[in-house]
């Protein structure tokens, strides 16, 4: 199974910062890269797909890039309802694989 | 309105089988891809299964699951199943049901917990 490997496992961040998510893909995926938040109690929620298109509903605040093995996303002014756990997930090969997730909390 | 609801979970001993069910309104069942992600307390999401749409439907485990553990769907019914046997304590999890469209999930189910314990 391919392995993604999220950087950081967790970050600290205030209101209003740029804070940037990193992962990596064990093989390259092309494009096939999607990005998932989840809060505590709740299911997953769709943010991004094909690395850089934004799920309707999204804030624009919310980008993605990369292509290959190695992805990010970028908040780029945090707000209070962005502090939740962040993962990425290849859908190139299956079985579809998840990162181990970045959480993000308050400073 | 697209819903997903699992049900079926619950203690089960280990070495013990269970069968969960997910039944989906909102959209034609059978003309989707859908799949199986757990998540265990306080850990990260883990792939189980999947099933393709259309005849002859095609099935993906993850390599911690195959064989023990099989996917199918009834599109009558607009039901998706995971029959999972042998079961181990580190299958303790929240089972969520999950639609595909292209190649990412757009919908996931609230999720049903499974125990297995002693």
């Known amino acids: 199974d391919i392995q993604m490997t999220q950087s950081p496992s967790s970050l600290s961040a205030s209101i209003g910062d740029r804070i940037t998510i990193t992962c990596r893909a064990s093989?390259?995926?092309?494009?096939?890269l999607n990005w998932y938040q989840q809060k505590p109690g709740k299911a997953p929620n769709l943010l991004l797909y094909?690395?850089?298109t934004l799920q309707s509903g999204v804030p624009s605040r919310f980008s993605g890039s990369g292509s290959g093995t190695d992805f990010t996303l970028t908040i780029s002014s945090l707000q209070p309802e962005d502090f939740a756990t962040y993962y990425c997930?290849?859908?190139?090969?299956?079985?579809?694989?998840f990162g181990q997730g970045t959480k993000v909390e308050i400073k | 309105e697209v819903q997903l609801v699992e049900s079926g979970g619950g203690l089960v001993q280990p070495g013990g089988s269970l069968r969960l069910s997910c039944l989906v309104s909102?959209?034609?069942?059978?003309?989707?891809?859908l799949h199986w992600v757990r998540q265990a307390p306080g850990k990260g999401l883990q792939y189980v299964a999947g099933?393709?749409?259309?005849?002859?439907?095609?099935?993906y485990y993850a390599d911690s699951v195959k064989g023990r553990f099989t996917i199918s769907r009834d599109n009558p019914k607009s039901t998706l199943y995971l029959q999972m046997s042998s079961l181990r304590v580190d299958d303790t999890a929240v089972y969520y049901c999950?639609?595909?469209?292209?190649?990412?999930?757009?919908?996931w189910g609230r999720g049903t917990l499974v125990t297995v314990s002693s």
């Open positions: 999950v639609k595909q469209i292209l190649r990412y999930f757009d919908y």
């Open positions: 909102g959209f034609t069942f059978s003309n989707y891809a």
């Open positions: 099933i393709s749409s259309g005849i002859g439907s095609k099935t």
């Open positions: 093989q390259s995926i092309s494009s096939d």
């Open positions: 094909a690395t850089s």
């Open positions: 997930q290849q859908s190139y090969y299956t079985p579809w694989t």
